[in-house]
């Protein structure tokens, strides 16, 4: 197997997650409150002391971080996700580094710093997405990973070629949900646009992987 870097480096997020919430903690006035869950808008709706909110973000990162240690062995790991270890990594990091990103925002609330959360989102969904196009052609065949549809699992072939013609469409899709979350296209009217974006994407994923297939089908 590849030289493991997910399991350190994003426990290394984690620390760095509580270091920096300690320090708003330290700052924080005594009746400070943080958001710790928002509606479907992206509007805090419930609050708790700041120090509950470190302790509940930060064990959200390391539920993710134990999510993403064991999965593996779990779903069982064979060649195909060893050779793919390195963008399972890449994904384990950028998770949790969104999960402390929006830590960070969310205890900032307590100084009196509001950050649009729908916005903030949007940007690091986009990133998500960038980190994931960019992976997406290295990924080999395998049980946990990737675009999984019944036709990339009957067809390394069909498998291979999807992924790679898929990868820069990822980052294309990404690019755009980071200039939304900028506001370059104008107001930010809906914080609903990464949902729509990553439909979009399952639906382009879905449809190819079957046009490939069905094409490999056809007598040469």
Do not use: C
Request: charged share 10%; aromatic share 10%; glycine share 12%.
């Amino acid at each position: 197997m590849q030289d493991r870097y997910g399991p350190f480096v994003s426990f290394a997020v984690i620390l760095t997650t509580l270091a920096i919430s300690l320090g708003i903690l330290w700052m924080a006035p005594p009746n400070a409150m943080v958001p710790v869950h928002f509606s479907r808008e992206w509007v805090p709706d419930h609050f708790v002391s700041p120090l509950k909110g470190v302790i509940i973000w930060i064990g959200l990162q390391l539920g993710l971080w134990t999510l993403m240690y064991g999965l593996p062995s779990l779903r069982g790991s064979g060649e195909g996700f060893q050779a793919s270890v390195s963008v399972y990594d890449a994904v384990w990091i950028t998770l949790t580094a969104m999960l402390g990103i929006l830590a960070i925002a969310s205890m900032e609330q307590a100084l009196g710093i509001k950050i649009a959360m729908g916005s903030l989102t949007d940007i690091m969904m986009g990133g998500f997405l960038i980190v994931v196009g960019n992976g997406l052609g290295k990924l080999r065949p395998n049980t946990l990973v990737g675009i999984r549809t019944p036709w990339t699992k009957a067809s390394v072939r069909v498998w291979d070629r999807t992924h790679r013609a898929s990868g820069p469409v990822f980052i294309l899709a990404g690019a755009v949900l980071v200039a939304v979350g900028f506001g370059m296209f104008g107001t930010h009217k809906t914080h609903h646009t990464y949902l729509t974006v990553v439909l979009l994407l399952a639906a382009f994923s879905w449809g190819l992987s079957w046009l490939l297939w069905k094409k490999e089908q056809r007598p040469g």
